[in-house]
């Protein structure tokens, strides 16, 4: 067929009917655009992909695939008929066009392609061909839609958002559970599919539906059989899973040409930072089949000689309480012990002979292991605690074994595994040594590169890999070594904050106007033009963001990230401020930087008086345009600002860099940033600045913070509440009455009494029981101990106990799988506890219940500690137990005060709201406790005080007790509240029973003699209420020396006003 001029062509495919003329047509259609943009952009404007989408929505029939009507794989792999022809034809061209870059997403997302693509991803409903070409257009998509700006329509969330729909879920999922009978096709279904979903699965509620639809086990079944594929298998292995009911997970190897990093990727975006999805890779029954827990004993016993060595000279506190096969593929690393170390003349071999069975291969058989060697001792099934799973150690070994992004993979799942709780606190140590070091090359190595053109709109897949390689490796350091000092230590001796500061400035390099995002090579150049560089014809421009400006503005997020997890320490804090690039931080405070690193040209006169006066002038246009390239997101500025909060941690930071390097301005112009976000990370990042030690917090009184934050605390975010309270509560500390009046006044002290008092969890669990879908419902029992735990910002919540229920192992394993495999899975103690494990992380992450409590206990508590706070008028210790009656400096304001609260407030509903935060509470009273399992109502249950909640109560009480004697007896009479302090003198938390000894000693102190008798009388009521008994009890049983000693103390003082009586 003869190539026809553009309009002709559109013409004649606009009226072809039958298909095989529709093929030749696109076919010339594909030759003409494939890899070619300028002639993508013009069929644009042409308006080619309207009937391009109409014709691929319009060949598909209603017969099913190779003939088949039922929803089946087929057995052999036919030619594509002529309907599936033009499919494959108009998909591939489709995709094309998304190669083109993200200028391309607005017109394909206005002509519906994205829909049109998504009916062809059933793998049971078309030929694999078409669903491999329309999973490879998506991934084209995804990578468009990374470099896509703001402004660009389809951006990556919204891909995700249709992709991972319901329906698309389970054809994702049956491409991964299909039984492959064309290896080379399944194969590349599987690694594209994959690729994929570590591509675009970024946000938590794609991860949760991913997750319950049976994906994460999937991929947990491959990764298993890649295993397999290895000869990695633990020893023993299949006896094992025979005797728990698992010999059918054990996977057949995975087929030559599957890729590991693809799954690794996808299995690293899927379990992220949740511990109940680390939880459900972990029990997949595929990863308990290969790799069950056992002790392993082979002939030489080089390891364990090697760990008794380090044991007896003090270095072994890193050794695994049982070292399993996969142990002896990793060296023994020293980790001292506290204490001295006693003397050990010899060492033996610190990691395994050259020339021995236990190293990493590639064989498809166990040859390299002898069945003679292992013994298992115990398989953790009926043990009272569950062994570390061996796929920990296994992702250890890979690291050592692989290179490049392989190894960077396995890094960043292992980093999920560990955070989440799962792995041996000795790995610790295993990670310190083996796995902070690669993460430093990796970031050394990323700078010995030559640098690529800022005017460039693609880059070389080398370069695109080693960018991705560097923005991962920030984030996993970030991650890994959060909360942990041994891992800090070890990142800040490889050099981590110099490193990471060096990058920072780099992502600040000067990249010069480009008045055209995008620039495309044609042999024949404008005059006006750089050599070989035409402008590109795109009606769409706005919508690009070159990948250099991508990868800096990436670079800047993930490099403050890293930085913000570093500073536990004042050594490490000081260490980031004393860096060139800490300018750079507080640059990335602000949305536009002026501060660049590198040559900028110096800007004339008129364009300094152009910028000045909001670049309003001609010539203050490429200004313009540079500062728009380098605008700061709302990522940037949120990281930033989490990296000033942790660096605020110190006092003498505070004082000096924090003080001169200018942090007012900026942190007070994102307090008001129209994202709420980005509010929230300010408030944070503020919160500190505004203590009594602060020389900032009278400047930020000046530009009016006070009423920025009270009308941040009314905001319907949670999050932005809470750092608002918790910041009014650092900015009243210490000040005179007139001041915390007004911010009383402000902040609206009927509002303030109502968050306080009112739960929102009888709400809570009414919407449950009304909107829920039944897969979320979970058994609703909870324990005191589950509840009363501490509730502190930016820490996962602790899983201590919590009622287990009968819930299988439900959306984890396939759908048709899940009733055989939760039978087979209740024969072993192990695997009961991994269910109930299962029920209970489930319950704690997507329990609106608990998230809705959660949230309101932390606002209850700052709340509690702002009245707290509007009493204490000295800085006379941070705690509010710690102030005694005789140590307030002026004990006229806090009368003054206490006043001040009875009256707004209310003296009596004030004290009710205190009497209702010490007493347990019966939730839907009225139902049975069993009946929420199965019923549509919740159960009842007793929901206990909360532990913070509680000190912070009794903190407010011993300030008030700390006033005129006046206030003492109006405590002293609320003998209901009193009572209800009886149970929390055994509170498992210290700072509670110390709060409650300081509160009796307040209550019976005597300010002079005319005092004495109602001292007397306060002494006897407490006496009465069976208080003084159980502070006895405290003097002289209690663990905690400083408990003891306030004991001692308020009995002394008790025994003043009553002449020893007591």
Known sequence: MARAPAPALLVQLRNARSFSEQYLLLRQLKTEIIGHVQRQQRWVVLGILEPVVQILRSSRSQAKPNGKDTKTYSTMLKPLSEEESVRLQTIQILAGFAHGGPTFLAPLHAAGSLPA??????????????????????????????????????????????????????????????????????????????????????EERHQVSIANSGILDALATKLASIVVARGEVVPGADVVAQNEGLGEALPEPAPCGTSLVAILEAINAIVAKSRLRACMLLYSPSILAVFPSMDFRPPSGELRATWDALESVGLGLSRPPTLGAVDHLLPATPCKE??????????????????????????????????????????????????EVPLI???????????????????????????????????????????????????????????????????ERETAARW??????????????????????????????????????????????????????????????AEGFVDAISVTDSHAQLPLHRHRLQLRENALKALAALPSKNEYRKAICDQDGFAFIIESLSEQPTKVAGSRPTPSMREQLARTNNRSSDDGKDTTDTDTQNKNPTEVLIAACHTIRMLARSVAIIRTTLQDSGVIDPLYKLLRHPDADVQTAATAAVC??????????????????????????????????????????????GQRPEMKKTCMEVLDPNWLARIIAEDIEDQALLDRAQGESRQNRNTPGESAASLDEDVEMDRPEDEHQSSHGDEAWGPTAPRYEQARLSHERSRTGRLRRAESKLAELRDIEQNPVRK???????????????????????????????????????????????????DVIGQDRLFHILSTKLRSRVV??????????????????????????????????????????????????????????????SSNDKEVRVAICQLLSNLTWRDDTSDATKSQERADQLAHLGLVDRLKSLQQHDSELDVRERAKGALWQINQGCGGSH
């Open 688 to 733: 500190n600045l505004l203590t009594d030690f602060s020389p900032m917090r009278e400047k930020f009184l000046d530009l009016g913070i006070m009423k920025v934050l009270c009308d941040h605390a009314h905001s319907a975010t949670p999050s932005l509440r809470l750092n608002a309270l918790w910041a009014l509560k650092h900015l009243i500390s």
């Open 117 to 202: 693509l998504l009916e062809n991803l059933c793998p049971t409903e078309n030929h694999p061909r078409i669903v491999l070409a329309a999973i490879k257009a998506l991934r084209a998509y995804t990578d468009a839609a990374t470099l896509a700006s703001a402004a660009c329509p389809v951006q990556r969330v919204t891909l995700a958002d249709e992709i991972f729909a319901e329906p698309h879920l389970e054809s994702i999922r049956s491409i991964l559970v299909s039984p492959g009978t064309f290896p080379i096709v399944s194969v590349s279904l599987v690694n594209t599919v994959t690729g994929l979903l570590g591509a675009l699965c970024w």
């Open 468 to 529: 991705s390689m560097q923005e991962r490796a920030l984030l996993v350091l970030a991650h890994l070594i959060t909360d942990s000092e041994v891992l800090q230590k070890a990142a800040f001796d490889g050099q981590a904050v110099k490193t990471t500061c060096t990058l920072l400035k780099e992502a600040y390099e000067y990249l010069p106007s480009t008045k055209n995002n995008l620039k495309i090579w044609s042999p024949t150049p404008r005059e006006d033009q």
């Open 393 to 459: 150690p296994w992702l250890i070994a890979l690291v050592r074994s692989t290179t490049g992004l392989e190894s960077l993979l396995a890094v960043s799942v292992l980093t999920s595994l560990y955070k989440a709780g799962f792995a041996h606190k000795c790995r610790e140590a295993a990670l310190a040594a083996l796995v902070i070091p690669l993460l430093m090359k990796i970031l050394n190595e990323s700078g010995e590169h030559p640098s690529v053109p800022a005017s460039s709109a693609w880059v």
């Open 338 to 387: 506290k204490g001295p170390a006693p003397q050990f003349p010899t060492y033996p071999p610190v990691a395994p002979a050259s020339g021995s069975h236990f190293t990493i291969g590639r064989t498809s058989t166990n040859a390299g292991w002898e069945s003679r060697l292992f013994q298992p001792t115990h398989t953790a099934g009926d043990s009272g605690e569950d062994a």
């Open 924 to 985: 839907n009273p009225f139902n049975r406790r069993s009946s929420g399992h199965n019923g549509d109502n919740p159960a009842a249950r007793v929901v206990y005080p909360h532990v913070k909640v509680v000190e912070a109560v009794i903190n407010i009480l011993v300030h008030i007790a700390a006033s005129v004697p006046r206030h003492r007896q109006i405590v002293i009479s609320q003998a209901d509240l009193l009572r209800l302090l009886a149970p929390h003198f």
């Open 852 to 902: 809705a409590r959660k949230e309101d206990l932390e606002i209850q508590e700052q709340g509690l500690h702002f009245i707290r706070n509007l009493l204490v008028t000295s800085s006379a210790g941070n705690h509010g137990a710690g102030a005694t009656a005789a140590g307030l400096d002026q004990p006229q304001d806090t009368e003054e005060m206490v006043d001040y609260l009875f």
